[in-house]
Nanobody, 130 residues
Framework: QVRLTESGGGLVQPGGILRISCVFD????????????MAWFRQTPGSEREFVAG??????????YYEDSVRGRFTISRDNAKNTVYLQILNPQPEDTAVYYC?????????????????WGQGTQVTVSS
């Protein structure tokens, strides 16, 4: 069973920078963390969970994928030696305020919908306000 633990959320001012982390842990039946697709989603009250960024590692290399509205400000990265995935938010805006969730699936090439992911973290609150 896979466990995901997010950290690093909190209050950030517009125009600042924030990095949140997600540690991958648990039984994987011998599969390496590097073979799992990882993603970040976010959710605000009354809204559905929306995809913001994802990363995969295949024989062709590491792929990174972004929702159009965050492309250029959000950067997803992973450290396979630490079983950790990161999301850096550059110049955060009030509309980025949400609970951010880390998610994973053993599918190396998932569709970037919440229903594609099999394990989720508990979420970390990010609040952008001056």
């Amino acid at each position: 069973q896979v466990r995901l633990t997010e950290s690093g959320g909190g209050l950030v001012q517009p125009g600042g920078i924030l990095r949140i982390s997600c540690v991958f842990d648990g039984r994987t039946d011998g599969r390496a963390f590097s073979t799992y697709a990882m993603a970040w989603f976010r959710q605000t009250p009354g809204s559905e969970r929306e995809f913001v960024a994802g990363t995969t590692t295949t024989s062709r290399g590491t792929g990174k994928y972004y929702e159009d509205s965050v492309r250029g400000r959000f950067t997803i990265s992973r450290d396979n030696a630490k079983n950790t995935v990161y999301l850096q938010i550059l110049n955060p805006q009030p509309e980025d305020t949400a609970v951010y969730y880390c998610a994973t699936t053993p599918d190396p090439s998932p569709k970037w919908y919440a229903s594609s992911f099999t394990s989720w973290g508990q979420g970390t609150q990010v609040t952008v306000s001056s």
